[in-house]
């Protein structure tokens, strides 16, 4: 595959042009992290609404209900569910490590196994989270990290 970047002047319109011949997953993918990079989260504290990047954001999780959006020097309430997030947020790096948790995996330093085939995620900002034995495998399939003998699923 040729790539091609061209600088352009300050008052030109910034375009990506895609010539492929078939869709595949890993161009998707890219097409939807460039559509993304301008989609922006709305949270809440209190009565004040911002404007959170998705970069941002390090978890986020729903607790009784509630949606928060955990970021390194604020946790924001969310209007929208957990599912709806994730929906918003799945072609980035984020994935459910629990029912109820999403993760950046941007954020994550390391992983390291914890009791009953679950994964300790430190992120970097030194926050622990659990990962899930249900969830461990897609997070290792998301990281590119599943065994060989697990390729053959897909």
Do not use: W
């Amino acid at each position: 595959m040729k790539v091609v970047i061209e600088k352009i002047m300050p008052d030109e319109e910034e375009v990506v042009v895609i010539k492929y011949h078939q869709l595949r997953p890993k161009l998707l993918q890219a097409i939807s992290i460039l559509e993304m990079s301008n989609d922006i989260l709305i949270a809440y504290q209190g009565k004040e609404v911002f404007r959170i990047a998705p970069a941002d954001i390090y978890y986020i999780e729903s607790v009784n209900s509630k949606v928060f959006i955990y970021c390194k020097e604020a946790v924001y309430d969310s209007r929208q569910t957990l599912q709806e997030l994730e929906n918003v947020l799945r072609y980035s790096d984020f994935a459910r490590s629990s029912k109820t948790m999403l993760i950046n995996l941007d954020k994550v330093t390391s992983f390291t196994s914890a009791p009953g085939a679950r994964l300790k995620a430190t992120l970097d900002n030194d926050e622990k989270v659990l990962v899930s034995r249900y969830y461990v495998r897609e997070i290792k399939r998301a990281l590119g990290l599943q065994d060989v003998s697990e390729r053959g699923d897909d």
